[in-house]
């Protein structure tokens, strides 16, 4: 097998002080790894961190997706308000290589149709790339609900199923392609995957799993 079509390796984040504690029941993770589950035809792989809202335990834990988990994409849910304790931007940012700015601006008008609050999150995507740069990985700070985490990734459609505002996981595949990663595939009833022409695959040719 091609070493660009093994699984894709996902890591799940998600910052919550209470829920960490026990608390109460996280619920970013399972919304994040269900989603990912309907949406990617290609094989994938997920680590999953149940953290507390701690600067430093965030970047250790994003830093150790990506250098020594070999992550292709990290997925981060929790802690990106304009509270004392919401820090995972600032824990992003700081392990980052690249900013991402599309990412966060795209969450927050999708979330601007619903709520006036939406200006008040802080969510960025950035790139970091292995000690020895032969990859790289996406990083992206995604809200704490799961029906935005959902809205945010898939994108928002009229009654008639149009899509009126694109999801951000439409974006996700190719920039894993530009930075070393597998070729993903999505099912497009979901949220469709776009590429340039020249970028594009035959599907024939890639690991798929088997539609529903």
Excluded at 55 to 66: G, H
Excluded at 74 to 98: F, Q
Excluded at 130 to 150: C, E, F, T
Excluded at 161 to 183: N, S
Aim: proline content about 8%.
């Amino acid at each position: 097998m091609n070493l660009l079509d093994r699984p894709l390796r996902v890591g799940l984040v998600s910052a919550s002080d209470r829920a960490s504690a026990g608390v109460y029941k996280d619920e970013g993770l399972p919304g994040l790894r269900s989603w990912l589950d309907g949406v990617l035809l290609t094989p994938w792989e997920a680590t999953e961190r149940l953290i507390p809202d701690e600067r430093a335990v965030i970047e250790a834990t994003l830093i150790d997706l990506v250098d020594v988990a070999a992550c292709d994409l990290v997925l981060t849910t929790g802690g990106t308000g304009p509270a004392l304790r919401d820090v995972t931007p600032e824990a992003t940012l700081a392990v980052a290589h690249k900013e991402m700015p599309g990412f966060g601006e795209q969450m927050r008008q999708i979330s601007l149709r619903f709520v006036p609050t939406a200006i008040l999150s802080r969510q960025v995507g950035v790139i970091r790339f292995a000690p020895d740069q032969s990859r790289g990985a996406l990083i992206v700070n995604l809200p704490g609900q799961p029906k935005a985490i959902r809205e945010t990734l898939e994108g928002l459609r009229d009654a008639d199923g149009r899509l009126v505002a694109a999801g951000i996981f439409a974006a996700i595949p190719y920039c894993i392609d530009l930075i070393g990663g597998p070729y993903i595939e999505t099912d497009e009833r979901v949220c469709k995957a776009f590429r340039p022409k020249a970028a594009v695959r035959a599907r024939d040719t890639l690991p798929l799993k088997a539609l529903p």
